[in-house]
Nanobody
Framework: QVQLVESGGGLVQTGGSLRLSCAAS????????MGWFRQAPGKEREFVAS????????NYADSVKGRFTISRTNAKNTVYLQMNSLAPEDTAVYYC?????????????????WGQGTQVTVSS
């Protein structure tokens, strides 16, 4: 069993930055691929970014490429999402998720464990 807890969300102005963290329980974190997803009100959950078990491979949605950076520190059982140049359309609840295969995709259905989410609100 893996528990994921997100933190770091909040209210920020357009152009600002936030850093989300996702802390995982369990000793097998280092073998999981990790992903960040988001869901805005009235919209479906969408892929944001993913990182493989070692951190050597990352993938981003086109909408965040060049602005967001996903990283991980396996020694701390934590994955991060650095978000820069935030815009109102980035407003959503952000979720981290774990893919037990170690090589995550952009499809939410492939992720087995999910956090409760953290709210990010970008004001114009």
């Amino acid at each position: 069993q893996v528990q994921l807890v997100e933190s770091g969300g909040g209210l920020v102005q357009t152009g600002g930055s936030l850093r989300l963290s996702c802390a995982a329980s369990g000793r097998t974190f280092s073998i999981y691929g990790m992903g960040w997803f988001r869901q805005a009100p009235g919209k479906e959950r969408e892929f944001v970014a993913s990182i493989n078990w070692s951190g050597s491979s990352t993938n981003y949605a086109d909408s965040v490429k060049g602005r967001f950076t996903i990283s991980r520190t396996n020694a701390k059982n934590t994955v991060y999402l650095q978000m820069n140049s935030l815009a109102p359309e980035d407003t959503a609840v952000y979720y981290c998720a774990a893919d037990v295969s170690g090589h995550p995709s952009s499809r939410a259905s492939t992720y087995y464990y999910w956090g409760q989410g953290t709210q990010v609100t970008v004001s114009s």
